[in-house]
């Protein structure tokens, strides 16, 4: 029987791995709900395929998290059996899809972000990462500019989807500061030039964002709280549901060999 994996005093470097590794694995769960439920068929298809990009990046971080704990684990051990405070994905990636303006909104939120940060990853000095990033990149900058269109579309679009999509950045702008909210093993990280310091990416962040929304008729929130805590651990109920739901079957049949 294989027991859950604590990641409570992990080496800098795996927890690094790992917050980039959730990230894309909670995200890539999050959408794969989409699924038969798109409002058109080119939509659906189109959110399943960022889901499956998604998964597809975690599952190359996991891979390498997997190496730096030792030959006794394999990349399916990290998602399916750790439990929820073992994981460090940010909370915004794990917050429930609501309507289509919402799911676009959280999108274009995160790919933006994730498009700085993994532009930098690309000149990483650890290797593995540099790898990592510089095949992701262009699946990034996809998703970037897909959900930046979406976001124009609905902005500029009906007195209707302009005003929910609003009110979607308004419910959604508290989650965004914890992307630049940098802790010790960021600036670690950071340091050794294997990762990003948050707050470089902040400027480029927030001059995408108001630039997009500015084409789209919209505004930014002027919300100066913001939530925190998913990168230590500390998550929202929505986690718990997710993996509930993903590591059933695994955890049912952990000898299964599929």
């Known amino acids: 029987m294989k027991k859950n994996i604590h ?49 597809g990046h975690a599952r190359m971080l996991y891979q390498y998290a997997a190496k730096q704990l030792g030959p006794d684990y394999t990349e399916d051990d990290l998602p399916f059996f750790r439990d929820a405070d073992s994981f460090h994905n940010l909370l915004i990636v794990e917050l429930p899809n609501g309507h289509w303006g919402d799911t676009l909104a959280r999108q274009f939120l995160f790919d933006t972000y994730n498009y700085f940060l993994y532009r930098r990853l690309c000149s990483s000095a650890d290797d593995t990462i540099k790898s990592i990033a510089q095949k992701a990149i262009k699946e990034i900058t996809y998703h970037a500019q897909w959900s930046a269109e979406w976001v124009i579309r609905l902005g500029d679009g009906t007195q209707e989807s302009h005003q929910k999509i609003q009110k979607s950045f308004e419910d959604l702008w508290m989650w965004t500061g914890e992307f630049f909210m940098a802790d010790e093993i960021d600036c670690q990280m950071a340091e050794y030039g294997i990762g990003v310091h948050p707050e470089q990416l902040k400027d480029a962040w927030r001059s995408k964002v108001e630039e997009i929304l500015d084409i789209a008729t919209l505004h930014v929130p002027d919300a100066t709280w913001y939530q925190r805590g998913g990168k230590q651990g500390r998550h929202t109920e929505y986690l718990g549901y997710i993996l509930a739901e993903m590591q059933h079957l695994p955890r049912m049949y952990p000898e299964a060999k599929w």
């Open 7 to 55: 990641t409570q005093g992990a080496p800098p470097l795996l927890i690094y791995t790992l917050r980039l590794a959730d990230n894309a694995m909670i995200l890539g769960q999050r959408l794969s709900e989409w699924c038969g439920h798109g409002p058109e068929l080119e939509l659906d298809i189109a959110l399943s395929n960022i889901a499956l990009d998604q998964l």
